[in-house]
């Protein structure tokens, strides 16, 4: 079992909408990445936070420690948001990283 | 020019050969790491380095050898690269955020397929 599970794994949404992505993990970390995969390969960190929330244009980030849980949220999708989102955690003496698998998201125009 | 620079960013090769994987940075990170990306499966460590003296092993380091050769340069070598190596190959580098943790950064990718 991955100790970080996201939700859902695959998403079509139809331009305009409001998305939410989830992340869990089961063991306590120091911070948490939510990572952008466009089609192509190359992967971009889009925020990195260990408490509260945190926004960046139509893009919201939040995580609740206690619960062990952060989503994603995009405002008024857009077909250039289709991609993959991963969820990666910081934890352990060498503050590894361990990655979800990731939400692979469509935004139909 | 790209932060993290990965070369070749395409490589089709034979059972058999060896293949080497080149990762530079300029963001001046000490922390260097080698993951493998597939098909349904989260990104997976297979080697990772804290600075030129420091290698340590990943999850699936197992047919994969590294070299540090400057805090700049990390390099992933498959030995006798056989097909269940095909993989998308992503170098990362990182280094101590405020607050302590890491900010991360990847490099473009290197598909490799081995038939």
């Known amino acids: 079992k991955n100790e970080v599970e996201q939700s859902p794994q695959n998403l079509t949404a139809q331009e305009g909408e409001f998305i939410t992505i989830n992340c869990s993990y089961s063991?306590?970390?120091?911070?948490l990445h939510w990572l952008q995969q466009h089609p192509g390969g190359g992967i971009v960190s889009l925020f990195m936070?260990?408490?509260g929330k945190k926004k960046h244009g139509r893009l919201i980030a939040t995580i609740n420690i206690q619960e062990k849980h952060s989503s994603l949220h995009i405002t008024a999708s857009h077909p250039r948001d289709s991609a993959v989102y991963i969820c990666?955690?910081?934890?352990?003496?060498?503050?590894?990283?361990?990655f979800g698998t990731g939400t692979s998201l469509t935004v139909i125009p | 020019d790209a932060d993290v620079t990965q070369t070749p960013r395409n490589r089709i090769t034979k059972t058999g050969k060896r293949i080497m994987l080149e990762c530079s940075q300029t963001?001046?990170?000490?922390?260097m790491y080698w993951y493998r990306q597939d098909p349904g499966l989260g990104l997976r460590l297979i080697y990772y380095?804290?600075?030129?003296?420091?290698?340590n092993k990943g999850e699936i380091s197992d047919g994969y050898s590294v070299s540090r050769q400057a805090q700049a340069k990390f390099s992933l070598s498959l030995e006798s690269a056989i097909p269940n190596q095909t993989a998308l190959y992503f170098c990362?580098?990182?280094?101590?955020?405020?607050?302590?943790?890491?900010?991360?950064?990847f490099g473009a990718g290197s598909r490799l397929t081995v038939l």
């Open positions: 990362a580098t990182s280094e101590r955020g405020r607050g302590g943790a890491n900010v991360l950064t």
């Open positions: 990666a955690v910081i934890r352990g003496p060498g503050n590894q990283f361990y």
């Open positions: 936070l260990s408490s």
């Open positions: 063991v306590g970390i120091s911070a």
């Open positions: 963001k001046g990170h000490d922390r």
């Open positions: 380095s804290f600075d030129v003296k420091d290698i």
